[in-house]
């Protein structure tokens, strides 16, 4: 892809095939063709099932690498675009940041550095299984950068929160509601308890910011002339320190009064700074922790996470454009790195 106006339609095809997660094999059946056509040698690694990572090199091991997530939240919504947008499911997270590093990481081969490579992996919108993989691949040790790509504005994130998944679980007695007494209601339990997680006091750092709690699912009860006898709530817990620091504030809160689940976790971490770049810490996780022996991780990418996930969800040509400037001279920049420790390490 040499022209704009090439990346723009890339970003529709890849759009237009729908890959929510679970279903990512025809996009990455395409992209993989794209790749080859485009002169990459590329490996499908097997995730589970149908599902695969693509591995797309030159004729070495890479020692940096593009990396995002091929797979989208429901439901599918069809390209389309106008004067300054492209428009769609997976828009910006994460077709176009694709299509971006192709570019770049095309640019970046011809001009000579033939160990860049491109990773593009399953899963990342549920449980980043398509990562977990990857990370075992036998390229991973030799990789010195790792540039993922989610919507940051075309800002360099220095740092992203980590998430944090529990389920709650409210146990009671059931009973005819004429006569409450008789019973224990479970979501009653269990909306003390949710109160007093909205009135905690949870730990806030310098540099990542302030943890937040969402409440986003509370199940329970069977039919309104019944005292309920179970209740659950999912909650999610942007984290700003390790979770072992802030599961003791979440059990204290409980007190006992409710079952604690633990679901999921994703620590926060620190990202690779750069000069010359616009820095920023992200609220939201990616894969980077599932990726660790790919080397130092970077985060940059083109949208706004604001538009992730939406019905309009969008990216800005003109983001898009730049971000291929972007990730072309931050490759360019890690490679300057890796021969400067290469020369230092034989002195």
Known sequence: MTTHAETFAFTRDLIDIPSVSGDERAVADFLRWRLEQLGFNVEAQTVEGERVNLIATTNHAPRVVFSTHIDTVPPFVASSEDDKYIYGR?????????????????????AGEERIGMMFVVGEETTSIGAQVANRHAFARGCRFLINGEPTENRLGIGSKGSLRVRLKAKGMAAHSAYPEQGESAIEKMLDVLADVREAKWIEDEFYGATTVNIGTITGGVRPNVIPATCEADLQIRLVCDSSRLKPTLENVVAGRVGIEYLGVTEPVRLHAVEGFTHEVVRFTTDVPHLSNWGTPLLLGAGSILDAHTAHEKISKAQLIESIELYTRLAHNLFAQVTKNVDEASL
């Open 90 to 110: 997976g828009a910006c997270d994460t077709k176009g940041i694709i299509a971006a590093m192709l570019s770049a990481a095309m640019r970046v081969r011809d």
